[in-house]
């Protein structure tokens, strides 16, 4: 297996990893397998208590370092601010690791535990 197929099957597991937990938490979720798109989750919920109010969207931007440059965040930033709640996600420690995020709206607040923040 050539290292390229092995970090995109590592990317993989870990977004798979990131979905399980999301979907343990009572969200609803879908994974834009290998697409290159903005995200590579889409979180809906957990589910509204009372009618009338809106789901939570957020995105999710998988990363196993959390490694982004500042262009990809400021074109995310333009196409997202004010729409959705978007968040960089990666892995802290190794193997059975904590799952941290961070705000991309809000980058300068730092790494937070998935749980913590959603």
Not at 29 to 40: K, M, P
Not at 54 to 71: E, F, M, N, Y
Request: with cysteine; glycine share 8%.
């Amino acid at each position: 297996m050539s290292g390229g197929m092995i970090r995109y099957r590592q990317g993989a597991d870990f977004e798979r990893r990131v979905r399980r937990a999301l979907e343990a938490a009572g969200w609803d979720t879908s994974r834009s397998a290998g697409s290159h798109d903005d995200a590579d989750i889409i979180a809906v919920g957990p589910k509204p208590e009372a009618k009338g109010i809106r789901a939570r969207v957020v995105l999710l931007q998988c990363r196993r370092a959390g490694k982004t440059s500042p262009a990809e965040r400021a074109e995310w930033t333009h196409r997202w601010r004010q729409r959705v709640e978007f968040y960089v996600v990666r892995r802290r420690g190794t193997r059975n690791s904590q799952i941290v995020v961070r705000d991309l709206f809000n980058w300068l607040q730092g790494w937070e535990r998935l749980d913590d923040v959603l």
